[in-house]
C-alpha cells in the first residue's frame, strides 16, 4: 500500500472513528474542528474566528476558558480529583450544596448529583415515582408539555414530545399524558384539560420547562397559566419538577426561571450551565417533603441511583466558581447590559415584515424568520451557513433564529451577531 503523505485536517481525520451526536452522517458532511476558545470567541483548526452565540449549548455563559473557573478546578486537582460518594464526602461538595441553597428558591432542600441533563430528569421522575411508591399511592403516570424536552435517557425521552430524538423507541416508554402549553388566550381550555386529566388518571408528577421550552425552537408560554397550573397540580398531590437544564443560571434574567413564580416546584433538575461550560454534572434538588418520603429504617424506601462520578470534586469546584461569578455586581452588570442590548436590537427588527413572534426573556431572545420555506428547502442549513461565514454560531432550529450568548459577550461582538442576523433578513 503506497503510504500516505497527504496532511489530513482534523476535520477529515474526525470521519474515521467518530459517531456525533444529532448527527445523520450520511447527508451531514464534515464536522468543523475547534482548536481554541476564549470568553465569547472559538477558534477553528483554519485560524477563522466564530462568537459563540449559543454559549455552546447554554453551558458557557461566563465566557471560554475562563481563568477564575480554570485556576480553582486547577488547584482542586492536585487536591483531590475523584472518590466515591457513597459512604463518603467532600469539601467542594459539601461547599457547593451551601452555595447553591443560598441561590435556589426557598423550598429547596436536598441536592442529588448526578452527570448531565438527561440524567436530573431522569432522577427527577424516578424521585416523583418512586415519592407516590413509598407513600403507598397507586400513581404510575407522569404529566408533560406537548413539545418538551428533557433529554435522551428512557425516562426523559418519554416525557418529551415526540421528535426525530425518540420516535424510534416510543414502544418502549413511561405511561405520559400531554398538556399543550399555556398561551395566555388558550389558558382555561389548558386548565379544563388538566382537571379532566387529573380525573381519569393517577399521577404521579408534571415536568415542565419553566417559561421557555429550549428545544422547541425557544417556544416562551404565560406565566399565569403555568401558575395556575403548577397550584392545580400541589392541590391534587402531583409532584411538580422544574427541568431548569436550559434555563437555569441567569440566562431568564433571573438565577432561575421559576423565581418569576409564586408557586414553586418540588424538584428541581439543573445542569448545563451549572459547571459553567467546564465539565460534565448535573443536581436534582427537591424539597424537605420529597426527601422525608424516602428517609426511612426500610433500605428499600431509599433512592438506590448513582453514578459512577457522582459529585466529581472538580466538577463540583467549577459549579461553585461558576455561582460566586454569577453573583458577582460584574456578570450581574454584564447581564443587564446584554438584555438592554437585545432589547434596542428588537425594537430596530420588530416591524420588520419577515420577522415573526419575536420575543425575549433575559438574554433569550428568538425569532421566526417568516419567508416561504419552499423556496429554501433547506433554509436552516442556509441560515447557520450565512451565520458561519459571518463568523457567528448561531444554531437555528427550523426557521427559529435564536441568540443565547455568554453574558460576557463585548457590546462589539453583540453588534457583530445582530448584524449577521439584519444580513439574513436581506438575503432570505
Ligand atoms: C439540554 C437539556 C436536557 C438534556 O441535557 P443533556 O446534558 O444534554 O443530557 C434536558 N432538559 C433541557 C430543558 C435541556 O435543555
Not at 82 to 97: I, W
Not at 202 to 229: N, R, S, T, W
Not at 259 to 274: G, R
Request: glycine share 6%; aromatic share 8%; hydrophobic share 40%.
Amino acid at each position: 500500500m503506497p503510504e500516505k503523505t497527504e496532511i489530513q485536517s482534523l476535520s477529515q481525520r474526525d470521519q474515521k472513528h467518530l459517531w456525533h451526536p444529532l448527527t445523520q452522517h450520511k447527508i451531514a458532511g464534515e464536522m468543523l474542528a475547534i482548536v481554541r476558545a476564549k470568553e465569547a470567541v472559538l477558534y477553528d483548526e483554519n485560524g477563522k474566528e466564530y462568537i459563540d452565540g449559543i454559549s455552546s449549548w447554554y453551558t458557557a455563559m461566563y465566557g471560554h476558558c475562563n481563568e477564575e473557573i480554570t485556576s480553582r478546578v486547577s488547584r482542586q486537582m492536585q487536591e483531590l480529583d475523584q472518590v466515591v460518594f457513597s459512604g463518603f464526602t467532600h469539601e467542594p461538595a459539601v461547599k457547593l450544596s451551601e452555595e447553591l441553597i443560598k441561590i435556589l428558591p426557598p423550598n429547596q432542600e436536598k441536592l442529588f448529583f448526578s452527570d448531565n441533563g438527561s440524567t436530573a430528569t431522569e432522577v427527577g421522575i424516578k424521585m416523583a415515582l418512586q415519592y407516590h411508591h413509598n407513600l403507598g399511592n397507586d400513581r404510575k403516570v407522569l404529566l408533560a408539555f406537548e413539545e418538551g424536552f428533557h433529554g435522551d435517557t428512557f425516562g426523559a425521552m418519554s416525557v418529551s414530545g415526540l421528535s426525530v430524538y425518540n420516535g424510534a423507541f416510543k414502544d418502549h416508554f413511561l405511561e405520559v399524558l400531554r398538556l399543550p402549553v399555556p398561551t395566555g388566550p388558550n389558558n382555561a381550555e389548558v386548565l379544563q384539560k388538566l382537571r379532566d386529566l387529573i380525573v381519569s388518571n393517577k399521577i404521579a408528577g408534571f415536568i415542565y420547562e419553566p417559561l421557555v421550552q429550549g428545544a422547541a425552537a425557544m417556544k416562551m408560554h404565560d406565566p399565569e397559566g403555568l401558575e395556575e397550573i403548577l397550584k392545580i397540580c400541589k392541590e391534587n398531590e402531583i409532584v411538580t419538577i422544574a427541568d431548569e437544564v436550559m434555563t437555569g443560571f441567569g440566562k431568564t434574567g433571573m438565577n432561575f426561571a421559576s423565581q418569576y413564580l409564586k408557586t414553586q416546584p418540588d424538584i428541581i433538575c439543573l445542569s448545563k450551565a451549572l459547571t459553567a461550560g467546564l465539565l460534565p454534572m448535573a443536581v436534582t434538588s427537591c424539597t424537605q417533603k420529597i426527601y422525608e418520603a424516602f428517609y426511612s429504617n426500610e433500605i428499600s424506601k431509599g433512592l438506590f441511583h448513582g453514578h459512577t462520578y457522582t459529585a466529581n470534586p472538580l466538577a463540583c469546584t467549577a459549579a461553585l466558581a461558576g455561582i460566586e461569578l454569577l453573583r458577582s455586581e460584574k456578570i450581574q452588570q454584564d447581564l443587564k447590559r446584554v438584555i438592554r442590548s437585545h432589547e434596542e436590537f428588537s425594537e430596530k427588527i420588530r416591524k420588520h415584515p419577515k420577522v415573526r413572534d419575536l420575543r425575549q426573556l433575559g438574554v433569550i431572545l428568538a425569532f421566526e424568520l417568516d419567508v416561504e420555506m419552499e423556496r429554501y428547502g433547506d433554509l436552516r442549513n442556509r441560515l447557520f451557513s450565512h451565520f458561519m461565514e459571518a463568523g457567528v454560531f448561531l444554531r437555528p432550529l427550523g426557521n427559529t433564529i435564536y441568540i443565547l450568548a455568554p453574558y460576557v459577550i463585548t457590546d462589539e461582538q453583540l453588534k457583530k451577531v445582530y448584524n449577521s442576523i439584519e444580513s439574513a433578513l436581506e438575503k432570505f
